[in-house]
Nanobody
Framework: QVQLVESGGGLVQAGESLRLDCAASGSIFSINTMGWYRQAPGKQRELVAVITSDGRTNYADSVKGRFTISRHNAANTVYLQMNSLKPEDTAIYYC????????????????WGQGTQVTVSS
């Protein structure tokens, strides 16, 4: 029932910018946190940025000062503004949501988007 759909990836040169969007849809009671992870070839998936329902954010040290995460709660949407992109930012970026499906249960489930490719050339 729940689906996360990312958009905004692409091919850019170093120093340029991209904005990634992710919209969650389906039978959702509430979303506790939304965030972005990335996975480069040969590496483990790592957290890029996360934002809570009340707007608190955390960033990986490698992107701090360059990337900005934000969300529109009413639309269940999260954004990642990526500035001053570097070749080492090249990866598949995945949207993540930790959400509740029911008012009657406190269980939190993690959902992932399909991923969007970001490639930064020198």
């Amino acid at each position: 029932q729940v689906q996360l759909v990312e958009s905004g990836g692409g091919l850019v040169q170093a120093g340029e910018s991209l904005r990634l969007d992710c919209a969650a849809s389906g039978s959702i009671f509430s979303i506790n946190t939304m965030g972005w992870y990335r996975q480069a070839p040969g590496k483990q998936r790592e957290l890029v940025a996360v934002i809570t329902s009340d707007g608190r954010t955390n960033y990986a040290d490698s992107v701090k000062g360059r990337f900005t995460i934000s969300r529109h709660n009413a639309a269940n949407t999260v954004y990642l503004q990526m500035n001053s992109l570097k070749p080492e930012d090249t990866a598949i970026y995945y949207c993540k949501a930790d959400l509740r499906l029911s008012h009657y249960s406190d269980s939190v489930f993690r959902y992932w988007g399909q991923g969007t490719q970001v490639t930064v050339s020198s």
